[in-house]
T-cell receptor, first 115, second 117 residues
Framework: DAGVTQSPTHLIKTRGQQVTLRCSPI?????VSWYQQVLGQGPQFIFQ???????GRGNFPDRFSARQFPNYSSELNVNALLLGDSALYLC??????????????FGPGTRLTVL | AQKVTQAQTEISVVEKEDVTLDCVYE???????LFWYKQPPSGELVFLIR??????QNEISGRYSWNFQKSTSSFNFTITASQVVDSAVYFC??????????????FGKGTMLLVSP
């Protein structure tokens, strides 16, 4: 079975631009979470979606938004990019709500560079 | 607030040496879950183990073993007879079970393990 897939693999944008990152969860998984990982740090939680509804949001500005589609795939959007948004963006899928009662499986990530 | 501390930033060993990666966590909940993930240079986080707060039995899987001690809030990871392929960044993570709501992972900063031939 295919694991979590993300696209694109790499992305270069300039400050002020907008970006959309995509994620397809493992087949049968209904929950998707997004994490941001800056160099030298552990991943930081951004959003979690379950059954197309936002279940939780981390401490990120409103420039970050996300949605989940009927096929459980998800998009993460970041507007008005800042240099500090440069990071590896990881998508994780899980059967249900993820985290404690459920294991999250991660995709390969999208490396975003903002110039 | 929950917190995970991985005090070892980087560890270098020679192949076949045993190595232990330390993880200390903080949480006010009695029900929680602990995880270890491996991140090779490719970037993908690979799930290694999940342990709930009520199960303090140590676990062994091949060359990997985990030692969970609630008394010291630690969940350490040992690789026996390390191999070059073990070189990666290893993350410890904590999640609190939140009823019918959601729960997320809080990660430590990771420990980079370098295994040389």
């Amino acid at each position: 079975d295919a694991g979590v897939t993300q696209s694109p693999t790499h992305l270069i944008k300039t400050r002020g631009q907008q970006v959309t990152l995509r994620c397809s969860p493992i087949s049968g998984h209904k929950s998707v979470s997004w994490y941001q990982q800056v160099l030298g740090q552990g991943p930081q939680f951004i959003f979690q979606y379950y059954e197309k509804e936002e279940r939780g949001r981390g401490n990120f500005p409103d420039r970050f938004s996300a949605r989940q589609f009927p096929n459980y795939s998800s998009e993460l959007n970041v507007n008005a990019l800042l240099l500090g948004d440069s990071a590896l963006y990881l998508c994780a899928s899980s059967l249900i709500a993820g985290g404690g009662t459920d294991t999250q499986y991660f995709g390969p990530g999208t490396r975003l560079t903002v110039l | 607030a929950q917190k995970v501390t991985q005090a070892q930033t980087e560890i270098s060993v020679v192949e076949k040496e045993d190595v232990t990666l330390d993880c200390v966590y903080e949480t006010r909940d009695t029900t929680y879950y602990l995880f270890w993930y491996k991140q090779p240079p490719s970037g993908e986080l690979v799930f290694l183990i999940r342990r709930n707060s009520f199960d303090e039995q140590n676990e062994i899987s091949g060359r990997y073993s985990w030692n969970f001690q609630k008394s010291t809030s630690s969940f350490n990871f040992t690789i026996t007879a390390s191999q070059v392929v073990d070189s990666a960044v290893y993350f410890c993570a904590l999640s609190e079970a939140v009823g019918s709501g959601y729960s997320t992972l809080t990660f430590g900063k990771g420990t980079m393990l370098l295994v040389s031939p």
